[in-house]
Structure formats: C-alpha cells, structure tokens
T-cell receptor, first 116, second 117 residues
Framework: KQEVTQIPAALSVPEGENLVLNCSFT??????LQWFRQDPGKGLTSLLLIQSSQREQTSGRLNASLDKSSGRSTLYIAASQPGDSATYLCAVSFNAGGTSYGKLTFGQGTILTVHP | DADVTQTPRNRITKTGKRIMLECSQTKGHDRMYWYRQDPGLGLQLIYYSFDVKDINKGEISDGYSVSRQAQAKFSLSLESAIPNQTALYFCATSDPGLAGGDTGELFFGEGSRLTVL
C-alpha cells in the first residue's frame, strides 16, 4: 500500500527559528509531491509543487526538496513567524499507469506553532 | 470570488437523511475531486472525475455517489447519512498544465463541514 508519513506530528518553535518538516513515502515511482498549508477550519493552500524530475522548489522563505530514491521530502521554513502557524500537509501523486494525476495520497500533517 | 466554491459550508443533519454537497469552479479545469478529512488524519479520496463522462471511485467511495453536471460542477451525495460520515469535505480541481500535460497541482475549495447526528 502506498503511504505518506509526516514527522513530527506537532512542532512548537520560537519566532525567528529555521525549521524543517519531514515527509516520507513508500514508493519512489511518483508524478509529483505537493506541500499544502491548512489553517484551522479552512481549506488547503498549495505552497509548493515538485515534479518527479525536480529536486527542489523555492517560494519566498519556503524551500522544498525531493529525494525519490530515499522516498523523502523536506519543507524548510526560514526565519519562522507567528503567521506561519498552521498545519502543513504533504501529498504525493503516485505513478499508477498514467491515471494518477491529481489523485493525491496525504500524510497526516504537522501542526506548527510559532510563538512570539 | 473563490475559484473553487463549495456549498453549503456547514450542515447539520440527522441519520438517514439524503445530503448533497455542491462544488463549482471557475478555473476551467477538466479534473475534479472530492476528498474527506477526519480529525487527526490526512485527506482521503472519495471520487474523482477527469471529465464530464469519466467518473471514478476513490479510496472510500462506499456510502457516497457523485454527479458531474458540467465541466464546472461536481456534486457529492450521501444517500442515507450516518454519523461516521461526519467530517470536513473538500472539493478540488487539477491544473491542466502546459501542452496538454497535467502538472497535477490541486486547488481546493474552503470545505464543507458536515455533522450527522
């Protein structure tokens, strides 16, 4: 069974720290990996999308890496701010014969709290 | 206005009632999805549609049905709601990408919170 696991389940850091969220997946045959942010009671906001041919993507203070061979992705947040507090979800589109686009398998998420 | 709109945003109903959750999108995407989120869990795929005539079951389709009324509209129905269908439901669309390829990037609605008593 194709699974996605996120570690840690929760993380609390002081403002200004750099931090890393981890995501692992069981099958290296993927189309892409997507990181989302979810605020309480809200929908999901796409942060970064990494295609299977890419090694990393950057957006502002966020950097996501992808290592297919080891089945891992990391989301690096630089200079964290209280406004970064949210749940971060990793989702993988696994390769299943050409019909996997958009069929994402999600991890359980990491709840991030950045305190002033 | 949101690109992916879900209605209702909140609904409380009783066991055995029929419920419909609606989704409409202005992104022009062919591919639409319904996901369910339970507390402490990730999202699970219920149904997905790659175009108006192509509808497929996801991981947890039992107890649900869908209708793709048009490219822009995708509805999820619970024919006879039960308490363990209490959850947050998300509709999503998929980016068609360039040159006909699909980047696979998903865009989500704000969610519909359903409570079945």
């Amino acid at each position: 069974k194709q699974e996605v696991t996120q570690i840690p389940a929760a993380l609390s850091v002081p403002e200004g720290e750099n931090l890393v969220l981890n995501c692992s997946f069981t099958d290296s045959a993927i189309y892409n990996l997507q990181w989302f942010r979810q605020d309480p009671g809200k929908g999901l906001t796409s942060l970064l999308l990494i295609q299977s041919s890419q090694r990393e993507q950057t957006s502002g203070r966020l950097n996501a890496s992808l290592d297919k061979s080891s089945g891992r992705s990391t989301l690096y947040i630089a200079a964290s701010q209280p406004g970064d507090s949210a749940t971060y979800l990793c989702a993988v589109s696994f390769n299943a014969g050409g019909t996997s686009y958009g069929k994402l398998t999600f991890g359980q998420g990491t709840i991030l709290t950045v305190h002033p | 206005d949101a690109d992916v709109t879900q209605t209702p945003r909140n609904r409380i109903t009783k066991t055995g009632k029929r419920i419909m959750l609606e989704c409409s999108q202005t992104k022009g995407h062919d591919r639409m999805y319904w996901y369910r989120q339970d507390p402490g869990l990730g999202l699970q795929l219920i149904y997905y549609s790659f175009d108006v005539k192509d509808i497929n079951k996801g991981e947890i389709s039992d107890g649900y049905s869908v209708s793709r009324q048009a490219q822009a509209k995708f509805s999820l129905s619970l024919e006879s709601a039960i308490p363990n269908q209490t959850a947050l439901y998300f509709c999503a669309t998929s980016d068609p990408g360039l040159a006909g390829g699909d980047t696979g990037e998903l865009f989500f609605g704000e969610g519909s919170r359903l409570t079945v008593l």
